[in-house]
Nanobody, 120 residues
Framework: QIQLVESGGGLVQGGGSLRLSCSAS????????MGWYRQTPGKQRELVAS???????NYADFVKGRFTISRGNAQNTIHLQMNSLNTEDAAVYYC??????????????WGQGTQVTVSS
């Protein structure tokens, strides 16, 4: 059973930065595309960023230029560097995999979620 474990959420002042990390356990196979979703109360989860095993990245328009997704040194580990945070970025962030870009197929595995709070 694959499990995704996130870390790095918290409270930050507007304009500040946070770094999220996610590590997958339960497999020794490379997970092709991993990424991050976020959700606020009353809204659907939205894809924030994804990265495949070759390092190709994809970003939602609302984070382009501010967030950077990367692969960690350990297998199936990813990071999300979030800069210039604003109050609209406040949400629960979920690590997810695999991600099928351009489809309605939902990821099979989800992390437990980590809260990001941005103060104004």
């Amino acid at each position: 059973q694959i499990q995704l474990v996130e870390s790095g959420g918290g409270l930050v002042q507007g304009g500040g930065s946070l770094r999220l990390s996610c590590s997958a356990s339960g497999t020794n196979q490379n997970i092709n595309t991993m990424g991050w979703y976020r959700q606020t109360p009353g809204k659907q989860r939205e894809l924030v960023a994804s990265i495949d095993v070759d390092g190709n990245t994809n970003y939602a328009d609302f984070v382009k230029g501010r967030f950077t997704i990367s692969r960690g040194n350990a297998q199936n580990t990813i990071h999300l560097q979030m800069n210039s945070l604003n109050t609209e970025d406040a949400a629960v962030y979920y690590c997810a995999a695999p991600i099928f870009l351009g489809t309605q197929i939902a990821p099979r595995w989800w992390g437990q979620g980590t809260q990001v709070t941005v103060s104004s």
